[in-house]
């Protein structure tokens, strides 16, 4: 389903895999909105990366479309 419960668990799948995967990442925040009407979740994460010269927040948008 395409609610704010799926939404959250998705949420915390990313942030779990990410740190998992590659602790060179730090997550500063995820927002995973449900969209309804596309079928849709709408994804942003901010993130900054451990041991670049400079300190700086990235973002990364996506859509995670259900099929």
Same mark, same amino acid.
């Given at each position: ?6 939404? @959250?668990?998705? &949420? ?5 895999? *990410?740190?998992?995967? /590659?602790?060179?990442?730090?997550? +500063?925040?995820? #927002? ?6 596309? @079928?849709?979740? &709408? ?5 900054? *990366?451990?041991?670049? /010269?400079?300190?700086?927040?990235? +973002?990364?948008? #996506? ?5």
């Amino acid at each position: 389903p395409i609610d704010a419960r799926t939404a @959250n668990v998705i &949420r915390n799948k990313i942030a779990a895999n *990410i740190t998992k995967w /590659d602790n060179r990442v730090n997550i +500063t925040r995820i #927002f995973v909105d449900p969209d309804e009407d596309n @079928n849709t979740y &709408r994804c942003l994460m901010e993130f900054s *990366i451990v041991g670049l /010269d400079v300190e700086s927040t990235r +973002t990364l948008k #996506f859509v995670l479309r259900a099929f």
